[in-house]
């Protein structure tokens, strides 16, 4: 089988007494597109959220392209280290610089349930930002391949305006388009559609369709079991921290195996494959 794009091993997360994430296993394959699904609280976000490194794991080792991020050193490492068991039960830390995490930020985009759009910017200039300030494209490049994403999302006639004329549905295809811009190699949705009214749900999931199928990695945070359906080749069902059931979606959705999976899809009533 082909080398994972993307490999996590023991994943974990704390939060002061709080452990959200309970050793986390997962291989990420190029083309990937994997619907994460279950309850408030989970750690689905915060999944998502270590992954590109907006959360600092607190034990785990995440390779990407076969590469480790971060170095292993020796005990005792500061703020910013995270420790894995290795093989023989020792304590591993791993550290990461800025320079290393401002590396993986550029490799994997994210968009968020609210939109994070800059007020006082206008469609084009917030897409151009993270071009012209993270990547240090010259304005009239930064521009070009701006315009390019928005007309990929359906708005690049909204380009002069400003985010509060805008609807919350175009505002998140907007978020979309800053994304792309940056030419990621995997892309991050934690339920990009949660603070949507439900008509305008449907034309966020339509932009997602269509990146999928471009063959873009993905991983989608979601509640939409049906566009789930749909979108993924793999569902991971996450509790309390960890991966209760993952399989295709005809095997998670339809023909779920653990108890607790069932539980949770038994709340959904409204949704059709």
């Known amino acids: 089988m082909a080398t994972p794009l993307i490999d996590i091993k023991g994943l974990h997360k704390r939060f002061g007494d709080l452990h959200v994430l309970r ?79 401002t590396d993986i930020r550029k490799r994997i985009g994210m968009v968020f349930q609210q939109f994070n759009l800059f007020p006082h910017m206008t469609v084009l200039q917030n897409v151009m930002e993270g071009l012209t300030q993270v ?76 990146l999928a199928a471009e063959g873009r990695t993905m991983l989608l945070v979601t509640h939409e079991l049906g566009f789930a359906y749909h979108f993924a080749n793999r569902v991971i069902f996450f509790a309390d921290g960890q991966f209760h059931e993952m399989g295709t979606p005809q095997q998670v959705l339809k023909n779920p195996q653990q108890e607790r999976t069932k539980r949770f899809l038994e709340r959904f009533t409204a949704f059709s494959f």
């Not at 296993?25 to 907006?54: P, V």
């Not at 005990?75 to 830390?93: E, L, N, R």
């Open 23 to 101: 050793g986390v296993d997962l291989e990420i394959h190029r083309g990937d597109r994997i619907a994460i699904i279950g309850g408030s609280g989970s750690g689905k976000s915060t999944m998502l959220r270590c992954l590109n490194f907006m959360e600092i794991p607190t034990a785990g080792q995440i390779t990407f392209d076969g590469k480790a991020i971060g170095e292993r050193i020796s005990a005792g490492a500061g703020k910013s280290s995270s420790t894995v068991m290795g093989a023989a039960d020792a304590p591993i830390q791993m550290k990461y610089s800025e320079n290393a995490l």
């Open 135 to 210: 990547k240090k494209i010259n304005k009239e490049t930064a521009r070009q391949k701006s315009m390019a994403q928005l007309d990929k999302v359906g708005l690049l006639e909204k380009m002069d305006a400003y985010p509060d004329r805008l609807s919350g549905g175009q505002q998140q295809r907007v978020a979309i388009a800053r994304a792309l811009a940056m030419e990621p190699e995997v892309l991050l949705f934690d339920e990009p559609t949660s603070s949507l009214d439900p008509e305008l749900v449907g034309e966020v999931l339509g932009v997602i369709n269509g």
